[in-house]
């Protein structure tokens, strides 16, 4: 049984940029990534001044009956009645950029209380760890399988090394914005061959289409698959 990172060789490569304004397409980095929740949970404060609309004190809550329309602002933490501090956890992960930001709208004319066009954001896919602490895995066996044959689009392995410690699965489905100036360069990136293979793939998995070099790595695998 064959599988795609026995296909391409190497996978991930060193002597990627490390300059902000040279960060592209399949780069590795490592960030602080956000675990999102099923469950909606709000930082609210204890106690609110109501001359001074300041707050403190603040405690996770979840299923209040006035989320997203509170009956104050605060004035310190600033925040609208319409908006809520979200309680996230998150983790210092290795990510493959996906975007780097726009460096065209900082042409753009701003406008006196308008939309900030330019926030310095970079889409990323984060990459999580297949084994535990104790070495085991975190997925059968079955479905890496599965992954490394390229069934499932929302998924790509990669292969520890370089600055992967374990075995990863980047998430498609997971896709998150983080300020550049949060990425952390690793020095290392995908190689050419994978590289054109996950642009294949992140187009097919976000737009549907123009993924033909990921359809045909698929097809190759199910053809050896398949009963002769």
């Not at 753009?108 to 970079?122: A, N, W």
């Not at 642009?199 to 045909?216: H, K, P």
Request: proline share 9%.
């Amino acid at each position: 049984m064959t599988f795609i990172d026995e296909l391409i060789t190497p996978f991930i490569v060193k002597g990627a940029p490390t300059d902000q304004k040279a960060f592209a397409f399949g780069q590795i980095f490592k960030a602080p990534v956000y675990y999102p929740h099923q469950r909606l949970e709000l930082w609210r404060p204890d106690i609110v001044d109501q001359r001074l609309h300041t707050a403190r004190n603040f405690n996770i809550t979840a299923g209040v009956p006035d989320e997203f329309k509170r009956p104050l602002p605060y004035s310190f933490p600033p925040l609208e009645t319409n908006e809520e501090f979200i309680a996230l956890r998150a983790k210092i992960r290795p990510v493959v950029l996906i975007q780097p930001p726009d460096a065209a709208l900082a042409e753009v004319p701003k406008v006196s209380m308008g939309i900030k066009l330019e926030r310095h954001l970079c889409v990323v896919a984060p990459a999580f760890g297949l084994e535990n602490a104790e070495g085991y895995s975190k997925v059968p066996d079955e479905f890496l399988q599965r992954v490394r044959r390229l069934e499932y689009p929302q998924f790509c392995f990669l292969a520890k090394g370089g600055p992967l410690t374990k075995d990863s699965l980047v998430r498609l489905d997971e896709l998150q914005s983080i300020a550049i100036n949060h990425l952390q360069p690793t020095g290392f990136a995908l190689s050419a061959e994978a590289l054109s293979l996950f642009r294949s793939q992140v187009s097919l998995f976000t737009g549907g289409s123009d993924g033909s070099e990921f359809a045909g790595y698929r097809d190759l695998f199910s053809e050896e698959s398949s009963p002769s």
